[in-house]
């Protein structure tokens, strides 16, 4: 299987701050990642997909990079919305396997 | 809206059964690459299986010949069939529609609010 580890599992910031989340993959996975947020007591969100392709409908403050096995994801801006639990997740091999979280606080 | 609604969780002992299951709204689960995601407590996202709108289906290695995923086109209704519970299942499960976009499957963007398995 493939092991995705993110990095950092803690995050605090500001709101109007820049933050970047990394993930990596235990082997090259090309672009086929996705990220996702989630709040607790809800269903993730997706924001990204394709690594770097912004979801309909998700705000342009959010925007991933990377490619092959290191993949980052950034909020330009934090808005106090954005408070969150964020994930990245493979899709480029079954089973599909996802990071253990980063968890974006408030400083 | 389009819209996912998961049933059938619920408190069981080790190695019992349920059947957990997933009624769509506003998108057709024949037509839809559809997955099961599960949560454990304080635990990170686990993908548990999919089903093509083919019919093929796929499972993370340590579930399979215990989970099996199906639908009933007549219902709108995706289901995954859980035996032999062990403790390590407790989780809330969460269906989703894998959506396909540029010919390829790229992201799980509508998901279900979830329902809980106690074992």
């Known amino acids: 299987d493939i092991q995705m580890t993110q990095s950092p599992s803690t995050l605090s910031a500001s709101v109007g701050d820049r933050v970047t989340i990394t993930c990596r993959a235990s082997q090259s996975i090309g672009t086929w990642l996705a990220w996702y947020q989630q709040k607790p007591g809800k269903a993730p969100n997706l924001l990204i997909y394709?690594?770097?392709t912004l979801q309909s409908g998700v705000p342009s403050r959010f925007s991933g990079s990377g490619s092959d096995t290191e993949f980052t994801l950034t909020i330009s801006s934090l808005q106090p919305d954005d408070f969150a639990t964020y994930c990245c997740?493979?899709?480029?091999?079954?089973?599909?396997?996802f990071g253990q979280g980063t968890k974006l606080e408030i400083k | 809206e389009v819209q996912l609604v998961e049933s059938g969780g619920g408190l069981i002992h080790p190695g019992g059964s349920l059947r957990l299951s997933c009624v769509a709204s506003g998108l057709t689960v024949s037509s839809n690459y559809m997955s099961w995601v599960r949560q454990a407590p304080g635990k990170g996202l686990e993908w548990v299986s999919i089903i093509y709108s083919g019919g093929s289906t796929y499972y993370a290695d340590s579930l399979k010949g215990r989970f099996t995923i199906s639908r009933d086109n007549s219902k709108n209704t995706l289901y995954l069939q859980m035996n032999s519970l062990r403790d390590e299942d407790t989780a809330v499960y969460h269906c989703a529609r894998v959506q396909l976009k540029e010919s390829r499957l790229n992201g799980m963007d509508v998901w279900g609010q979830g329902t809980t398995v106690s074992v």
């Open positions: 997740q493979q899709y480029e091999a079954y089973p599909y396997t």
């Open positions: 394709k690594a770097s």
